[in-house]
């Protein structure tokens, strides 16, 4: 039975989407069965980290429309995709019958892999929150700013004022190195074991690096675009560190319930459910080209990233240096 663990961050933009992917890939290098779940909707997910389009997400097994081994997508890099969504307005009334007959079906994920690697929303919503709490391991996403550090602690505050009974981790992201990744575990460490009596593990630091943004760019992996750069050596030192971490206990039916009622109450803007025919058609169509639109925008957001590094290098380089004073 797969070992489940979710990540998560205080906010959002700390590289949580890459860590899945990656520490993913390196796992079924060491021959694993790996399955990532994108239960994210935000920005820069990992259909768009792969440069693939999903025809069909979680929503569509929800709804009844087709099975989970439709859904699921094998990419080229040896992990199981499963495309998540955030929540539809279509579905909010489902029977428990219905329920557990999704979660008997949805669970067949859990005995057909060894490891599934849950990319969650950020912030403290009370979805994710809930979510959380069914999940065995929750691995934290970290970065150097106040902001992130202090929403990570809120994150870690709220699991433990909740009675949170799994284990939680944490990675330090976009850090200079290694000494610098160690001390943000210790202030995190220290404020947690001391104000909210809760241990928090390690898995080790990713560096700050703009092959990473390179990547992400080109829709390759970092970890198959750069395999022999400091920040694939990153991930691959923190997949070797979960290996040896061991198991923690699953009820995987909660688990699947939680995941399942989670998508059902997040809010969606969606397009209004509507019962004839024709307009079925039409919501369909629009859907579509709602997920295009979404699809779009996340590309655009790549690219501009893009042609920022492109100046911000242009510029560095051109820059002429400070001279003697005059
Ligand atoms: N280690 C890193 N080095 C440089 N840039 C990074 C790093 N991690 C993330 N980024 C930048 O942040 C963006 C968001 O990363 P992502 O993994 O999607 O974060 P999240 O899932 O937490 O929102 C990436 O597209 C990349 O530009
Ligand atoms: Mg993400």
Redesign the pocket.
Known sequence: MARIIAVT?GK??????????NVGICLAMMDHRVCILDA?L????IDV?LGIRPQRTLEDVILGETGIGDIIIRTDYRVDLIPGCSGTQDIADLSRERIEALVKQVSSISASSDYLLV?TA?GISTGVISFLMAAPEVII?VTPEPTSLTDAYAMIKVLRKNEYQGRISMFS??VKNSSSGHNLYKKISSASQRFLDTHVEYLGS????????RA?SDQVPAVVRYPTSD?SR?YRIIASTLLGQGAAEVDHERFWTRLITMILKSPKPRIAKSPSPADVQKNGDLRGMIRDLLDEQRRTR?LL?RLVEKIERQESGIRPKPGPST
Request: charged share 20%; glycine share 14%.
């Open positions: 961050s959002g933009g700390v590289g949580k989407s890459n860590f899945v992917l994210d935000g920005l820069a997910n980290l990319d950020s996403g992201s976009m990713i560096y700050q690096d703009e092959k990473l943004s992400v920040i990153c790549i990233e």
